[in-house]
């Protein structure tokens, strides 16, 4: 009697591996185009876990910021605690912090973790609408900055922080060296603000990197700085040493700016899905 051959064994399931987990601490944009929501938008693109611990609550669109509560610390170190202590992280990156008392509280968490972290120093919204108190600036010099992985200010931050005015792409140098001085191990001066391509001075005091990228055309571009910082940690949640991270976080962003949309009635957001449509 025939018989019929025997069914291959069929392959063990393969079990679920997590991804890489990356961890924003910033303010909640309402309009869902910078802060919070932009990060865990860039998290997901790249390929990672975001987690989120929320700084403060905003009241935001594309016209502006019409309102703005920062969270107690007790909440704020709460949250971060629960996600590191349970599900533990690979980067960690930094946005709103608001208030000296949240810059402080952060920074004195951050300085127990071993993962890299992006600093963000993140003062004026794209309206021009302060998100950081001035009193808060000798915080950030200080005790932030100096935890950082890689910081990264525009003009306008570095200004702020430092009193260097770039005017130029030859002023770049100056200003990073400025901000290295307050402790980060790389400072990442983003040139959007200049004439001609974008342009950034990626440094550690001896190596220099220079990304250019053309710029495009288009006024949507509410949550770049959010997103670029978000995109660095991922990739350094993924294996990046800082420079590719960065040069892959420049590309990725560069991207979303060509695909920025409009929405509301003033200015929309970057794209984080555009490599995806």
Same mark, same amino acid.
């Given at each position: 009697?025939?018989?019929?051959?025997?069914?291959?064994?069929?392959?063990?399931?393969?079990?679920?591996?997590?991804?890489?987990?990356?961890?924003?601490?910033?303010?909640?944009d309402?309009?869902?185009?910078?802060?919070v929501?932009?990060?865990? &938008?860039?998290?997901?693109?790249?390929?990672?876990?975001?987690?989120?611990?929320?700084?403060?609550?905003? /009241?935001?669109?594309?016209?502006?910021?019409?309102?703005?509560?920062?969270?107690?610390?007790?909440?704020?170190?709460?949250?971060?605690?629960?996600?590191?202590?349970?599900?533990?992280?690979q980067?960690?990156?930094t946005?709103?912090?608001? !208030?000296?008392?949240l810059?402080?509280?952060?920074?004195?968490?951050?300085?127990?973790?071993?993962?890299?972290?992006?600093?963000?120093?993140?003062g004026? !919204? &794209?309206?021009?609408?302060?998100?950081?108190?001035?009193?808060?600036?000798? !915080?950030?010099?200080?005790?932030?900055?100096?935890?950082a992985t890689?910081?990264?200010?525009?003009?306008?931050?570095?200004?702020?922080?430092?009193?260097?005015?770039?005017?130029?792409?030859?002023?770049?140098?100056?200003?990073?060296?400025?901000i290295?001085?307050?402790?980060?191990?790389?400072?990442?001066? &983003?040139?959007?603000?200049?004439?001609?391509?974008?342009?950034?001075?990626?440094?550690?005091?001896?190596?220099?990197?220079?990304?250019?990228?053309a710029?495009?055309?288009?006024?949507?571009?509410?949550?770049?700085?959010?997103?670029?910082?978000?995109?660095?940690?991922?990739y350094?949640?993924?294996?990046?040493e800082?420079?590719?991270?960065?040069?892959?976080? &420049?590309?990725?962003?560069t991207?979303?700016i /060509?695909?920025?949309f409009?929405?509301?009635?003033?200015?929309?957001?970057?794209?984080?899905?555009?490599?995806?449509?």
């Amino acid at each position: 009697m025939a018989t019929s051959p025997a069914s291959p064994p069929s392959a063990s399931p393969r079990a679920p591996v997590a991804p890489p987990r990356v961890l924003t601490v910033a303010g909640s944009d309402s309009g869902g185009g910078a802060g919070v929501q932009a990060d865990l &938008k860039a998290m997901l693109a790249l390929g990672v876990h975001g987690m989120s611990v929320i700084t403060a609550v905003t /009241a935001q669109n594309s016209l502006g910021v019409s309102g703005a509560w920062e969270l107690p610390a007790e909440a704020v170190r709460a949250q971060f605690r629960s996600v590191v202590d349970d599900i533990g992280v690979q980067a960690v990156k930094t946005g709103m912090l608001a !208030s000296a008392e949240l810059v402080e509280t952060v920074a004195g968490l951050l300085a127990d973790v071993s993962a890299p972290v992006v600093v963000d120093p993140v003062g004026v !919204s &794209k309206h021009g609408d302060a998100l950081l108190a001035e009193e808060a600036l000798g !915080s950030v010099r200080t005790r932030l900055l100096p935890v950082a992985t890689v910081a990264t200010p525009n003009l306008d931050e570095v200004a702020q922080l430092t009193g260097v005015e770039v005017a130029a792409e030859r002023d770049l140098r100056r200003a990073a060296d400025a901000i290295l001085e307050f402790g980060p191990r790389w400072a990442l001066i &983003k040139g959007g603000h200049l004439d001609g391509d974008a342009v950034d001075l990626l440094t550690d005091g001896t190596e220099e990197h220079w990304l250019r990228a053309a710029r495009h055309d288009n006024r949507h571009t509410h949550g770049t700085g959010c997103t670029l910082a978000g995109a660095i940690a991922s990739y350094l949640a993924l294996g990046a040493e800082v420079p590719r991270a960065v040069a892959a976080a &420049k590309e990725y962003v560069t991207g979303a700016i /060509a695909a920025g949309f409009p929405l509301g009635r003033g200015i929309g957001p970057v794209d984080h899905g555009w490599r995806w449509r």
